[in-house]
């Protein structure tokens, strides 16, 4: 039934909008109205479905983002300000803290994507993720059939994305949400917000020299080192990597020096060991060799067994909620962190605020929580204690008791003895992910200070963990769209290529004046290709052969080493073409 819409109220305000939106000034827009809630994972993923649709509809749709939260912390403005920059969200978010345009669309859950087509009329609702293509033809079909009545306004609206308001320093961590040590003196940090993965070595009680750089991730969040081999949660793009740090750089990969020493790497395509999991958000090795993965878009546990046999689900039914019993027919809620004990896996659902285990025999037991809307601050046994959202946990040193990374709560809590209790540590902010040094020192991902911290769980003391380099390098250019591209299997594919090297030209003395370098993702839409190319000039075109259908992105990326009257330097450019192969 085609209703008219309601008007947008929040008393937050707008975010990113440049102004008071409202209905009237969106008429004649296809208007996709994005009900979610910054803790949900599945809402983070509509956030990519809706980036695509205005991406193919550009002059036609307008994507605004509703925020309503469900936890206490999250009702506060400067910190959805924060995730819409943490985020990336490029399109309009109204703050509604009190939930008023929820009540009055009727929605029920998170995520909700609510139609209304250009004549303000609401005509239809649709709950949860994975409905991208759902939701292309319902645009689709409301564009061309207003586009007769003459209702579409083709012109693009101007919005701008909020400024960060939290301080951090250029070229630093941004929004880190897990750390992980081998306990010999090496650490991985997931650098959530600048979508990449920095390797460091401790050099002193509270400093680390960082020795890699791992790229070509979107909003990485679980990482392990085991031996030389990284393992990351790639979770913006679904899948999990294997990097093999000794083994890189490879044979015919160049790296250009970097003056500090650091080695910058790119994940390439064969290091991809699972895919298609829904934003896994934490990894471990288990005693097999195997790695357990916590979905937490899609409520499971997985596990990818070491032997390269596809990865099977080990626990949940995909619902969400606290529900314990056989591992196939638990329900869990968002689970985001793990750990290892001798009987058990211990896991933590974000969503129930609950602490759980995966035991030995097969079975989802709850140590602490009781229910999806359940939470608090609050010490004691399973159905007494309390915590706001957890992201994270660790072993402690005795293999019995567990640390917890209460997230929302700014606090981290212990669990021995079948009780919950708060440590006297202060100061931290949105504490995701953490680990323990071999001295029992926790490691701490303290991501909304943009830092990790090394805490003293007796004492309570919190130090930030500072590099031997002044900054980190910058982060990669932002890319750009290029031209849509189609091709069909089998088929040959011309790609042009350019860089503006403004004021300079190319050093000519440089054994590699210009490197093109090619990724595709999925990487089955090309066939075998060289993937990164030298060339002596600014502009050109590569030849290339289509594999399997499909839609997805081809990325070109170019470094060029520029030189003129003594200056030398290097300039990049990032372009990303959508390519489908019929």
């Known amino acids: 039934m ?137 645009v689709q079909e409301q564009v061309e059939l207003h586009r007769e009545t003459t209702h579409v306004q083709r012109h693009r609206l101007a919005f701008r994305p909020p400024a960060i308001t939290l301080a951090r320093p250029p070229g630093g ?26 390797v460091a070595d401790l050099v002193g009680e509270h400093q680390a020299r960082i020795t890699h750089l791992l790229t070509g991730l979107s909003r990485p969040q679980g990482v392990r080192l085991y031996g030389a081999d990284l393992v990351v949660c790639d979770t913006g793009h679904d899948r999990v990597v294997l990097v093999d740090l000794a083994g890189r750089p490879g044979h015919d990969e160049v790296v250009e020096p970097d003056p500090a020493g650091i080695l910058r790497l790119r994940v390439r395509p064969d290091e991809v060991i699972a895919s298609g999991l829904a934003a896994p958000a934490d990894i471990i090795a288990d005693v097999d060799r195997s790695f357990v993965v916590a979905e937490s878009a899609g409520q499971r546990l997985w596990r990818i067994p070491a032997d390269g046999s596809s990865p099977a689900v080990i626990a949940g039914d995909r619902y969400e909620g606290l529900v314990d019993g056989p591992a196939g027919d638990a329900e869990l809620a968002q689970p985001s962190g793990l750990t290892r004990l001798a009987g058990a896996v211990a896991f933590v659902d974000a969503e129930s605020s609950a602490l759980r285990l995966l035991q030995n025999r097969g079975r989802v037991g709850t140590l602490a929580g009781i229910g999806l809307f359940d939470w608090g601050l609050r010490d004691g046994r399973t159905s007494t204690a309390r915590m706001q959202h957890p992201e994270g946990v660790v072993a402690g040193l005795d293999g019995t008791s567990l640390y917890v990374a209460d997230t929302y709560n700014h606090r981290l809590r212990r669990w021995r003895d079948n009780r919950l209790e708060t440590l006297p540590v202060e100061g931290l902010l949105e504490p995701s992910g953490l680990d323990v040094l071999p001295d029992g020192r926790l490691l701490v991902a303290d991501r909304a200070q943009h830092r990790i911290c090394l805490v003293d769980p007796g004492t309570g003391s919190v130090t930030p963990l500072s590099f031997t380099t002044v900054a980190l ?57 060289p993937g990164d190319w030298v060339r002596h000039a600014p502009a050109g075109e590569l030849e290339l052969r289509c594999g399997t259908p499909g839609s997805g992105f081809v990325t070109v990326r170019i470094d060029a080493r520029i030189g003129a009257e003594g200056v030398n330097g290097t300039r990049h450019s990032v372009v990303r073409h959508r390519l489908t192969v019929r």
Not at 23 to 52: I, N, P, Q, T, Y
Not at 173 to 198: E, M, S, Y
Not at 503 to 514: E, F
């Open 473 to 529: 390098p910058a982060v990669e250019t932002p890319p750009s769209w290029g031209p849509r591209l189609d091709g069909t299997t089998g088929g040959q594919l011309a790609l042009g290529f350019t860089i503006d090297l403004g004021p300079y030209q190319l050093d000519r003395t440089a054994a590699a004046p210009l490197r093109v370098r090619l990724e595709a993702e999925p990487p089955s839409l090309l066939d075998a290709h």
């Open 2 to 138: 085609i209703v008219p819409a309601p008007e947008l109220i929040g008393h937050g305000g707008w975010i990113g909008a440049g102004g008071e939106l409202s209905l009237r000034a969106l008429r004649g827009k296809v208007v996709l109205l994005h009900f979610w809630s910054l803790s949900c994972a599945k809402c983070l993923r509509v956030m990519d479905e809706l980036r695509d649709l205005q991406r193919r509809f550009p002059d036609e749709v307008v994507a605004i983002s509703v925020h309503s939260p469900k936890f206490p912390y999250t009702g506060h403005h400067d910190v959805v300000v924060d995730a819409v920059t943490r985020l990336g969200i490029d399109h309009p978010v109204l703050d509604d803290p009190d939930l008023v345009t929820w009540q009055q669309y009727g929605v029920r859950g998170w995520p909700t994507v609510v139609v209304v087509n250009p004549r303000s009329e609401v005509i239809g609702a649709i709950t949860g993720d994975g409905n991208g293509p759902l939701l292309h033809r319902i």
């Open 173 to 198: 961590l941004a929004f880190p949400a897990k750390v992980a040590t081998n306990r010999r003196g090496r650490i991985a940090i997931a650098d959530t917000g600048n979508d990449r993965v920095v």
